[in-house]
């Protein structure tokens, strides 16, 4: 079956770095558009950044924009997502998860029909 395994989380200073992966298994990795959702508690899962299948087109959310970069290695099937100058409010459990269907500029969760159980990204003030 589909899996999405997600690594890389974890607790780090304002300003700091994090480097998250995304190991898939169980599907054609390299035909999916991958996306990066975060989600706090009682908030709604909010989009992150997308990936197409090839890695030629990506879509970040502003509030990312300039400081976190997606990319992905079809060879290994993992995509990963490299978190630079982080903030507290970037504080939240991060999900990756893949789609056939739709570009990568649509940043809807529901699009999205594989997901991973989420990694822990702490970040202290």
């Known amino acids: 079956q589909v899996q999405l395994v997600e690594s890389g989380g974890g607790l780090v200073q304002a300003g700091g770095s994090l480097r998250l992966s995304c190991a898939a298994s169980?599907?054609?990795?390299?035909?999916?558009?991958m996306g990066w959702f975060r989600q706090t508690p009682g908030k709604k899962r909010e989009f992150v950044v997308a990936?197409?299948?090839?890695?030629?087109?990506?879509y970040y959310a502003d509030s990312v924009k300039g400081r976190f970069t997606i990319s992905r290695d079809n060879a290994k099937n993992t995509v990963y997502l490299q978190m630079n100058s982080l903030k507290p409010e970037d504080t939240a459990v991060y999900y990756c998860?893949?789609?056939?269907?739709?570009?990568?500029?649509?940043?809807?969760?529901?699009?999205?029909?594989?997901w991973g159980q989420g990694t822990q990204v702490t970040v202290s003030s």
């Open positions: 998860a893949a789609k056939l269907w739709g570009g990568v500029t649509t940043a809807s969760a529901t699009e999205y029909g594989y």
């Open positions: 990936i197409s299948w090839s890695g030629g087109s990506t």
């Open positions: 169980g599907l054609t990795f390299s035909r999916y558009t």
